[in-house]
């Protein structure tokens, strides 16, 4: 099945401004249908969660419901869905729990493709409790995070392996499934940044082989909502600091305070919004989200090629990296100009692009760009189409010196 991309872009609002929005690594738009459901949470009245009185059942319905929305979309179980602010915060948060049961000579392995989401929390924490750092480095020629290495990293004191299941500037998708393989197969468990790779293809965590899979709503159409989504019986496992008053039951335990629960409803309703983008009715919620992201795949690998390639043809254009497998992502410089001018000169145009080391902290590092502005993120949604790609490439055409 293909998108319907006239029918889509009808459904976002924020599209009708005339801006061609290819900034949604950062952040996406949102459809009526996530709006209404967000407002219509508020409107229908809303209590905090676990009293006996209708406005606190629904916080409760909305909260269960999101929890098996974010379960189908990343083909989890929806008891091990922990919902949050965002996946920073989470990440966090989960490294203090795991970190609980590290010790000294104990040994983690990061990698340097990661956004520092999923790295900062895990250096910090190892640092605490004299636990050796391990890094995978990247291939800068090709943007690859060649899976070899990981024999290297890996062995019997590795208490854990994060890594992203794709790049938020190069686009590289990694192959998680081997590089998780090696790790358990040295009883090391695996967190997997499903941040940047969530908007863009079909997930199914277990055949990653993520024990913890990260992703955040506001990627796939969502409000700004995060999740980490692992099996209750690791879950289980693990004490994170809490309030001694708050509920001690999985997945609760890992979520501190009142949870967002308006912004969940949107959570429910933007999975909802992926499911029929290409599903067939007669199948479930998960087979629906699965359809609907192979058609998104499709849809965003065919305008990614034309942008890719007008690009990678204009001489006062340096591209980053080159990965065979990639999300819809372009990072890359214009001669003679910073690439904060590149992205001003393009929002002039209406054209939203981001500009920086976009979080990918240690990437931007390796690739030589950090400290020196970063280079010019551009990104595909489901919702952009070959007008945004013709003028996006108009107008960095415009800036050959
Ligand atoms: C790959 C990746 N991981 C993690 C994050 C952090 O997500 P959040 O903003 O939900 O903390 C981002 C945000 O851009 C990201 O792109």
Not at 143 to 160: A, H, I, K, Y
Not at 212 to 225: D, L, R
Not at 314 to 336: C, D, E, I, K, N
Request: aromatic content about 6%.
């Amino acid at each position: 099945m293909t998108l319907d991309i006239h029918l889509l872009r009808k459904l976002y609002p924020a599209l009708s401004d005339g801006t061609a929005y290819l900034d949604g690594a950062g952040g996406t738009q949102l459809p009526d249908s996530v709006i209404d459901a967000v407002s219509d949470a508020y409107r229908s009245g809303l209590g905090n969660a676990h009293g006996e009185f209708p406005a606190s059942r629904r916080a409760d319905k909305l909260a269960a419901e999101a929890r098996l929305a974010v379960a189908d979309l990343v083909g989890g179980q929806p008891d091990g869905v922990i919902l949050g602010p965002n996946m920073t915060t989470l990440t966090y948060r989960l490294a203090g729990a795991l970190a609980r049961q590290w010790s000294s000579g104990d040994e983690i392995v990061l990698s340097q493709l990661d956004h520092d989401a999923n790295v900062r929390p895990w250096v910090q924490f190892a640092g605490r409790h004299g636990v050796r750092v391990r890094w995978a480095i990247v291939d800068t020629s090709t943007g690859e995070l060649p899976v070899d290495q990981f024999e290297g990293l890996v062995n019997e004191r590795t208490r854990l392996l994060a890594v992203t299941a794709a790049s938020n500037v190069l686009g590289t998708r990694p192959d998680v499934r081997a590089i998780t393989d090696i790790a358990h197969r040295h009883g090391a468990l695996t967190y997997v940044d499903g941040v940047a790779a969530a908007p863009h293809v079909p997930i199914d965590m277990a055949a990653l082989g993520a024990d913890f899979f990260a992703t955040s709503a506001y990627k796939w159409s969502g409000p700004h909502i995060g999740t980490v989504v692992a099996d209750p019986a690791l879950l289980e496992s693990l004490q994170p600091d809490k309030l001694a008053a708050s509920s001690n039951s999985v997945p609760e335990r890992f979520e501190t305070g009142t949870l967002a629960f308006a912004d969940l409803a949107g959570v429910t309703a933007a999975v909802e919004h992926v499911a029929g983008l290409s599903g067939n009715p007669g199948q479930s919620r998960r087979e629906r989200v699965l359809n609907s992201m192979a058609a998104v795949q499709a849809h965003e690998e065919a305008e990614f090629t034309v942008l890719l390639d007008a690009l990678a043809a204009m001489p006062h254009v340096r591209l980053f990296g080159r990965p065979a497998s990639r999300t819809p992502v372009a990072y890359f410089r214009v001669a003679s100009r910073t690439p904060q001018q590149v992205a001003a000169r393009l929002a002039a145009r209406g054209v939203n692009v981001w500009h920086g080391h976009a979080y990918a902290w240690e990437l931007t590092q390796a690739l030589g760009v950090r400290h020196d502005g970063g280079a010019v993120r551009a990104s595909l949604a489901p919702y952009n189409d070959a007008d945004d790609v013709a003028r996006l490439l108009r107008g960095v055409e415009e800036l050959a010196p």
